[in-house]
């Protein structure tokens, strides 16, 4: 079904965890959390048709 | 039909994936737990379109008011999607939130609800 986003997500955390931690360890604070917060954008842009599509189907189901 | 095979596949896969961003990078198990909950949701809520056409010939046959039938199910999807902010607010620690939440959700039922106890009033009054 929709396997596939759960699965983006996951591979964005990842890259984005790993990316982190190499950025700390050689003193890049400042582009680590740069990096963090692009990560969760990018995340967010992605689950928000997720949730628009899930407030549609729930409005024409139920007749609002 | 619902393919209880895969629902259940996607809740545990989302639900391992959850537990492997535990300690590093918590937010993504929240927007894990999030994407899951509204695929997930939005495909089992098509099921119950049938289920609405069977109720709503039914009361058809029993002669009732359609408007009645029409407020039903309106709460019923602004309970389902009280009940979607609600666990989320929850899970991610916001309890606060998640409370403004059901409060909203209870004020917009009771406001459906109005014209009800109008029309019950009218019946009493009727009545007597």
């Known amino acids: 079904m929709e396997l596939d986003l759960i699965f983006k997500i996951a591979g964005v955390g990842i890259i984005v965890t790993v990316l982190n931690l190499l950025l700390k360890k050689s003193d890049r604070d ?25 407030f549609d189907t729930v409005k024409s189901v139920f007749g609002f | 039909m619902i393919n209880i095979v895969s629902v259940a596949g996607i809740c545990i896969i989302a639900a391992v994936l959850c537990k492997l961003f535990g ?8 927007y894990i737990k999030l994407a899951a909950a509204a695929a997930l949701m ?11 056409e ?12 359609e408007e009645y039938l029409t407020i039903l199910f309106k ?5 389902y999607i009280t009940q979607f902010a609600c666990d989320i607010c929850r899970d991610s620690g916001e309890s606060a939130l998640a409370s403004q939440a059901e409060l909203a959700g209870k004020l917009s039922l009771l406001i459906l609800a109005l014209p009800l106890f109008d029309s ?3 019946i009493v009054s009727g009545l007597i």
């Open chain 2, 23 to 30: 300690s590093v990078g918590s937010e993504y198990s929240l």
């Open chain 2, 75 to 79: 709460s019923l999807g602004i309970c």
């Open chain 1, 30 to 54: 400042e582009y680590a959390l740069m990096v963090t917060i692009a990560g969760l954008i990018v995340v967010l842009a992605m689950i928000i048709n997720e949730i628009a599509e899930l």
């Open chain 2, 42 to 52: 939005s495909a089992l809520i098509l099921f119950i379109s049938p289920v609405a």
């Open chain 2, 120 to 122: 019950l009033s009218e």
């Open chain 2, 54 to 65: 069977t109720v709503r010939s039914i009361y058809e046959r029993a002669g009732a008011d």
